[in-house]
């Protein structure tokens, strides 16, 4: 046993459990924690906002796949921590934030900078807790680590007070951790394996649905394997865009509300869907009631309370995907040795058919003002989709899952659930620092880049050469479309303008390289240029084309089968699609027990 | 369609308010919430009475399940359980009206537990349906009253920690 403080015990703990890089802010109730990290081996990136730290460790963790920390005072410093651990929560990111409380006898007066962290985070966190012994803090930081990481990841948050920091006492080890109320399933239930195998040689129009849990559980080889052992194609959500390569021949792409066509209207027509973690997200079934009418439904997740949650699971598989994966593909081989190889010939036709007839389009003339998707699409080719790819939220988020061929996990890094705009910036910041090695790029709208550019300092000062692609269309891009679509053109209080900031300006003041794009012969050389420089952030104003329209796109609360393909396709093509979806697409009355009515 | 549930929780702080936080941003509407120790000092048991017009009890059960200080949710099917509820209830009880009050408490099997001048105050547990009936006959007399919410236990000699701790996180 030695002396300690509850400030030393932290950072011991951190030590032990393998952190590397904090995020934060320090603040009064959290300083006694600053004066150990001094003598520590961990690297503190000090940011210029709570906000920006719990993004930072966001994008760190997704980029890794270790647990990203984040660290801030009581009261404000704590309350701008919250909408990073929202958006990792929504996406199952683990995080821990550690947070300084006001000293134990002030807790419940009010005190200066006093705020209720633990009941603030209790709904955007998997797990928190409020640390009220110096002897308690180790073993609640390894217990933190292990939930955050572990079943399905998430963000945890300990809070500490002042003087638990500083007290001095005996430190002792974390011993085991004992959760008894926390022992996630991760292997699967052989006989609802074999019931999926069996379904899966039954089917004829079979798709496999992949999301987020494949990228969290490193099951992307498993994934290939049964896709390449089945032939059968495989959709992947906007948390999973890279778990699969792009240009793999049965890789599909993103389906939901800006999805291809042929990823959504697939799942509206398949008679299977394969669903190996995505949890349904309303952005991706559309009106729920008309969801893939006549598919039954294997959905394997570790949270049990996903499945079934939106839609009813045929076969319900509780477990970590990789886990469920090298098991199903066990029982799909020897269920083909069994019976034969089930023909998805015809499926396998008609879905590369969709495929030519109705790709992502638009039109960029040479002399013609930018087009946004072809600054993004240039940026994808450049780097040959070797880079890590951080978006913030909106049109450029959307444009940007289109049109880069992503070729790994862990390379598309973004707010999925949450959609909170300002991520970008931040996370990229997190993500180089996780993969120094790697060519980071933030595609960001000029909106969300607002929302946080104070990071560029921290980067500048940190040394971070994340390379910034604002995507400049002068609007809330997003917003904007849905004032034109949807509120008659009415545009409202969606207007940012090309010129205030002058991104290139604020970049310089910021330490950065600033560069502007005007024109399309433009982009190639910019890119270039920012992929040169490396020892500096490289910041890209893109002016785009304002009116420039994300589709394809499922309007919110319409049916996948409203599917609007956009200016770029012809009447024809579009008359064809409709007759297709009103005429053809369902032989029988779909089954109404598959799908739960919408709330 | 209500249900009633006996949820094992770790006796921590901030254990109900989870809970309770739980129920509230998902939408599941709580009819009765008795909380208390039991026979191990450090796990609580919850009885909630949860109302879901439109969800399967189970999405209530696997939100539960993800709190990592609940230990084990059954549900208390209404035929294999005895449910109980403790009123206190202060009536309005001149000189005059006291022998009808004092006949309905025999008849109920309730107690006393306060008289004063012009007021009593009576005890009364049982089934839910048994507090109501007793309340209707009292009516107007009644000056105001307090309820403990539901328990339940399961009949016969089975634990609800018989059962292995199915969690799942």
């Known amino acids: 046993m030695t002396q300690a403080t509850g400030a030393q015990a932290l950072f011991r703990a951190l030590e032990t459990v393998g952190v590397q890089h904090v995020f934060g802010i320090p603040g009064g109730a959290i300083l006694p924690a600053y004066d150990p990290l001094i003598d520590s081996s961990i690297r503190h990136i000090l940011c210029r906002h709570e906000q920006g730290a719990a993004h930072a460790a966001d994008g760190y963790a997704q980029a890794s796949g270790k647990v990203g920390v984040c660290m801030a005072t009581s009261g404000p410093g704590a309350t701008n921590l919250i909408t990073g651990l929202a958006s990792s929560y929504m996406d199952s990111i683990p995080v821990v934030a550690i947070t300084g409380q006001v000293p134990r006898p002030a807790i419940g007066f009010d005190a200066f900078q006093e705020s209720d962290v633990t009941g603030i985070s209790m709904p955007v966190t998997k797990h928190n807790w409020l640390v009220m012994h110096p002897e308690d803090i180790a073993q609640t930081i390894a217990e933190a680590f292990h939930v955050a990481s572990t079943g399905r990841p998430g963000p945890v948050l300990v809070d500490i007070p002042k003087d638990v920091l500083q007290a001095t006492f005996d430190y002792r080890d974390p011993g085991k951790i004992d959760l008894p109320g926390y022992q996630p399933v991760t292997r699967p239930n052989q006989r609802q394996i074999v019931e999926a195998a069996k379904l899966i040689a039954a089917a004829e129009r079979p798709l496999i649905y992949a999301g987020g849990g494949i990228i969290k559980a490193g099951a992307s080889d498993e994934l290939l394997k049964l896709a390449e052992l089945t032939g059968i194609h495989v959709i992947t959500t906007l948390m999973a865009r890279g778990c699969m390569p792009d240009t793999h021949p049965l890789c599909l792409g993103m389906p939901g509300m800006h999805g291809s066509y042929t990823a959504v209207t697939s799942m509206q027509r398949a008679d299977l869907l394969i669903a190996i973690g995505p949890r349904f997200d309303d952005r991706v079934t559309g009106k729920l009631a008309t969801f893939a009418p006549e598919a039954k439904v294997i959905h394997a997740d570790i949270d049990p309370a996903e499945i079934g949650k939106n839609r009813k699971a045929d076969v319900p598989i509780v477990g970590d995907a990789k886990a469920v994966l090298l098991e199903l593909i066990k029982a799909v081989e020897a269920q083909f040795e069994k019976n034969g190889r089930p023909d998805y010939s015809a499926w396998s036709a008609q879905l590369d058919a969709w495929r030519r007839q109705y790709p992502y389009r638009y039109t960029q003339s040479p002399d013609a003002v930018l087009k946004p998707e072809f600054a993004i699409e240039r940026i994808g080719e450049l780097t ?133 794009v005007e024109s399309p012969d433009e982009v190639d050389s910019a890119i270039e240029k920012a992929r040169g420089i490396e020892d500096h952030p490289v910041v890209i104003d893109f002016r785009c084309d304002p009116r420039e329209m994300c589709y394809p796109m499922v309007p919110a609360g319409t049916s996948n089968d409203d599917i609007i393909l956009g200016p770029e396709y012809d009447r024809e093509e579009i008359e064809q699609v409709k007759a297709a979806h009103t005429d053809t697409l369902y032989d029988d009355d779909p089954d109404p027990d598959l799908a739960p009515a919408e709330e | 369609m209500k249900h009633t549930i006996s949820v094992l929780v770790e006796n921590k702080p901030g254990v109900l308010a989870r809970v309770s936080g739980l129920f509230a941003r998902r939408g599941f509407n709580i009819h009765s919430l008795a909380v208390g120790t039991t026979e191990s000092p450090d796990i609580s048991r919850m009885t909630i009475v949860v109302d879901l017009p439109e969800r399967p009890l189970e999405h209530v059960t696997k939100q539960l399940y993800k709190l990592i200080n609940v230990l084990k949710v059954i549900e208390l099917e209404p035929a294999s359980c005895v449910e109980r509820e403790l009123m206190l209830v202060k009536v309005r009880a001149t000189p005059d009206a006291r022998a009808q009050i004092i006949e309905l408490v025999e008849v109920f099997r309730a107690k006393i537990v306060d008289v004063g001048t012009d007021a009593m105050t009576v005890e009364v547990s049982g089934s839910p349906d048994k507090l109501h009936a007793f309340e209707d006959l009292v009516g107007d007399r009644i000056i105001e009253l307090v309820k403990t919410g539901r328990i339940a236990l399961s009949r016969g000699s089975r634990s609800i920690k018989d059962r292995a701790l199915r969690v799942a996180g």
């Open chain 1, 384 to 516: 040959q989709g070797n880079g890590i790819y951080v978006a913030g939220v909106g049109q450029h988020q959307m444009w940007a899952s289109q049109y880069i061929k992503f070729q790994r996990p862990r390379t598309w890094i973004n707010s999925g659930g949450l959609g909170a705009m300002g991520f970008g910036v931040p996370a990229a910041m997190g993500a180089k620092v996780a993969m120094p090695d790697k060519e980071v790029w933030c595609i960001d709208g000029d909106g969300c880049f607002q929302m946080t550019c104070q990071e560029l300092a921290t980067m500048t000062v940190e040394k971070i050469p994340v390379k910034i692609a604002i995507i400049n269309n002068a609007y809330l891009g997003m917003v904007r479309q849905w004032q034109q679509l949807f509120y008659n053109e009415r545009y409202s209080e969606v207007e940012f303008g090309w010129d205030v900031p002058d991104y290139v300006k604020l970049a310089e003041a910021y330490g950065c390289i600033g560069l502007r």
